[in-house]
């Protein structure tokens, strides 16, 4: 295993004014084009995926580019352009402001090229996209009609074109809307390792974007406080970008796991298992809190402004008594071994060769198959077990209540002597009775020696 190494040094932002290129944002976009009036910039998305991306120009702030979802309406080579004021028509050629290609979106608005190519980057149209005529003609072939055209007004946006930092790009509010806020900025910079900025650093940066873009960068990492099962760990996490990272030997010190080193593999082992997410940090190794829970149950709680990270085990309680049972995390959601719960019951699995799958009764068991092993939501084991569940995530509990299921209990049970001759008990049965008795009593013994 090759292990990512990085020194850590002092956490910086830097103000730059320059454009950026977006690669980061989440549109849900699968096919068509976005278009993003502060930042200047128009996507062409193919499957999901960012294809092309070009330089425009936009609207002025007194003659807007549109906002909304619209789609390619027309579309033309060549074409000429009517002056609105004049009537003039210009033909196709150099100084047609149309220039060589027309796709239009909405009533008079389109996608063009330009005989002004200084202009592309500004606010200069009169409300339609303006691109560079080599673009467009690119673009053009790559269009049809009846293509989505979502055209948004964007100004705080992630990029997070280099995995290895994470940055902000505040661009200018220019049609005054409202969104470059102190609070909007937070909101967008919390998860990202900036929240620990003041608000007045994030009003400068604000300001500055006034004018031009501003660039709130964080290039290293960051130290912050880890606690597992409520003790604070001496030793510190770091955040880098998105990923908060543990130290793994505490981390498996303090959950009771058992780790190792492979000198013949080069890894890590916890409880046997090759550890391939090691980061190596100042010669010490490290673990991304998403990748944890592959190696040992629990869940990772995290404070973006304090800079604190929480990771717990989870409990479980079953009819109100504590059960360990393998769980482990799926998208935040709790997952539950099922076999061992099913046999804690009482439950019978079995397998339906007919139909290919494992049920209880006749249900049948869906599950997720991790390590060989059955593992069930919450809502599934519900269903599958008559059974309700309440998850409690701030303390890592989920309560499992089966109404049906008595815990059993290792008693001795009364005997009724009325009208049996005691003299006809079988003396090796009273001694074995005894026996038993005694041994109980040391068990009993034993019980309350070990939880003193």
């Known amino acids: 295993m090759t292990f990512k190494k990085i020194v850590v040094v002092s956490m910086f932002f830097l103000f730059a004014f320059s454009l950026l290129p977006l690669y980061g944002a989440d549109w849900g976009v699968k096919d068509g084009i976005v278009i993003n009036i502060p930042q200047h910039q128009l996507y ?11 330089p425009i120009a936009v609207g002025k702030k007194l003659t807007q580019t549109p906002v909304g979802e619209f789609e390619i309406l ?19 050629g150099p100084s047609n402001p149309l220039g060589t290609r027309w796709m239009r979106f909405f009533n008079g608005y389109g996608i063009h090229g330009t005989n ?19 673009d467009v003609e690119e673009l053009y072939n790559n269009v049809h009609i009846g293509m989505p055209v979502h055209v948004i007004y964007e100004t705080i946006l992630e990029d997070d074109k280099d995995k290895t930092m994470t940055c902000l790009a505040i661009y200018p509010d220019h049609y005054a809307y ?24 994030f009003q400068n940066a604000i300001n500055q974007s006034q004018q031009m873009p501003v660039i709130l960068e964080q290039k290293d990492v960051i130290q912050t406080t880890v606690f597992v099962n409520d003790m604070m760990l001496s030793e510190k996490g770091y955040l880098k970008g998105k990923e908060w990272l543990l130290p793994l030997r505490n981390v498996m010190q303090l959950l009771g796991e058992t780790i190792e080193w492979s000198e013949e593999k080069g890894v890590a082992l916890i409880n046997g298992n090759e550890v391939t997410e090691g980061v190596l940090i100042n010669e010490k190794t490290y673990i991304s809190a998403r990748y944890l829970p592959q190696y040992c149950d629990g869940n990772a709680i995290m404070d973006w402004e304090k800079l604190v990270i929480w990771y ?3 409990n479980i309680i079953l009819n109100g008594n504590g059960l360990a049972i393998p769980c482990y995390f ?5 997952m539950i071994q099922l076999r061992p719960l099913a046999e804690k019951l009482g ?33 599934e084991l519900e269903g599958l077990l008559e059974a309700a569940t309440i998850w409690n995530q701030l303390t890592g509990c989920l309560e499992i209540e ?29 001694e074995n009775f005894f026996i038993d008795e005694e041994e109980t009593r040391d068990e009993a013994f034993n019980i309350e020696i070990e939880n003193q």
């Open 116 to 134: 002004s190519p200084k202009s592309i980057g500004t606010f200069a149209s009169h409300g339609c996209v303006r691109m560079h005529n080599c």
């Open 74 to 92: 027309q579309m033309a080579k060549n074409p000429s352009w009517k002056s609105p004021w004049t009537g003039k028509v210009v033909s196709s």
């Open 312 to 314: 717990e085990r989870m």
């Open 330 to 334: 799926n998208e935040g959601e709790p």
């Open 347 to 379: 439950v019978l699995i079995e397998w339906n060769q007919e139909e290919g799958c494992a049920m209880i009764g006749e249900k049948i068991v869906n599950g997720i198959i991790r390590n060989d092993r059955t593992y069930v939501s919450r809502g």
């Open 178 to 201: 409202g969104t470059n806020t102190p609070s909007s900025l937070m909101e967008k910079a919390l998860p990202l390792g900036l929240g620990y900025l003041s608000e007045a650093d």
């Open 44 to 54: 062409l998305f193919s499957e999901g995926h960012v294809v092309k991306q070009y």
């Open 402 to 430: 089966v109404p049906w299921y008595q815990e059993e209990t290792q008693s001795i049970m009364p005997v009724d002597t009325t009208n049996i001759d005691t003299q006809q008990i079988d003396q090796s049965q009273e």
